[in-house]
C-alpha cells in the first residue's frame, strides 16, 4: 500500500461532489487561507503560500488544488466520499482503528480529500477505481485471467463469469471527470501524458518529499497507474 496524494481527489471527492451533492464542474469554490476546521493546521496548496480566489470545481482537478479539494469535501461530508470508495473497491480503508498506543485513526476525514490515509491503497485497486469511471460508472473487480485451456482447448479454469458488476456513479458523471481529467493532460498538471494521436484522461498525484509519485489515466483504451 502507497499513499496515493491527490490521485484520490477525484475519487472521494469530485465522483462524490458531482454524481449526488449538487454540484457541477462550475461549481466555485474560494481558494484562499483555509484550516482544518478546529484545528491549526494549515491546508496548503503545492504551489505555495499563494491562493487563486474563486475557482471552478473543473479548474480546481486540471491544476490540482489542495484547498478547493479540501473545501469541497467538507460540503460533500467525509462519510459520503468514504463510502463511494467502499463501492470502487478499495480494501486497505480504515473506518476506526486504534493503534496499541492508544491512538485512534479513521480515513473518514478530511485528509481523504488529498490521500491522506492511514494505511494507503494498492496500484490495483487505485486504476481499478480509475477504470471504474473510463467505463462510464460501471465497477468491475479486477481479474488477471479470463481462461485456462489444456493443449486440446478443454477449459479447466474459467473467469468470464462475473457476476460482482455494479453501477457506482451515474453515467453523467463518469462523463464530466472524464471531460475534466482530459484538461488535466491538455493544460493542467499532466501535460507530460499526452499522446499524439489520441486523447488522455487523468490525474497526477504526489506526497510529501516526492515520496510517491503517481499519473493514473486512461485513453478510449487503457487504464494504467504508474507509480514511482
Known amino acids: 500500500v502507497r499513499q496515493p496524494g491527490s490521485t484520490f481527489k477525484i ?3 469530485y465522483l462524490p461532489a458531482l454524481d449526488t451533492a449538487g454540484m457541477t ?3 466555485v469554490q474560494d481558494d484562499a487561507p483555509y484550516y482544518y476546521p478546529g484545528t491549526k ?4 496548496n503545492w504551489y505555495g503560500n499563494s491562493y487563486r480566489g474563486l475557482t471552478s ?3 480546481a482537478m486540471a491544476q490540482s488544488m489542495n484547498v478547493v479539494a479540501v473545501k469541497t469535501l467538507k460540503d460533500v461530508s467525509p462519510k459520503t466520499g468514504y463510502d463511494y470508495l467502499l463501492n470502487l473497491g478499495f480494501t486497505t480503508l480504515v473506518d476506526n482503528y486504534t493503534s496499541q498506543d ?3 485513526y479513521t480515513d473518514i476525514s478530511l485528509p481523504l480529500a488529498l490521500g491522506g490515509l492511514t494505511k494507503g491503497v494498492t496500484n490495483l485497486e487505485l486504476t481499478n477505481g480509475f477504470a471504474t469511471i473510463a467505463n462510464q460508472g460501471l465497477y468491475h473487480p479486477a481479474f488477471f485471467y479470463t ?3 489444456d493443449h486440446d482447448g478443454n477449459v479447466l479454469l474459467d473467469n468470464t463469469t462475473n457476476t460482482d458488476t455494479k453501477q457506482v456513479m451515474k453515467e453523467s458523471t463518469a462523463w464530466l471527470l472524464t ?3 482530459e484538461d488535466v493532460v491538455k493544460k493542467g498538471t499532466g501535460t507530460a501524458c499526452q499522446l499524439d494521436n489520441m486523447a488522455v484522461a487523468g490525474k497526477t498525484g504526489t506526497t510529501e518529499a516526492y515520496n510517491d ?3 493514473v489515466g486512461y485513453t478510449p483504451y487503457y487504464t494504467c497507474a504508474v507509480w514511482s
Open 11 to 13: 475519487l472521494s471527492t
Open 25 to 27: 464542474l462550475a461549481t
Open 41 to 44: 493546521r494549515k491546508v496548503k
Open 57 to 59: 470545481l473543473r479548474e
Open 102 to 104: 492508544g491512538n485512534t
Open 147 to 149: 481462461k485456462i485451456v
Open 179 to 181: 471531460s475534466a481529467m
Open 213 to 215: 509519485l503517481w499519473f
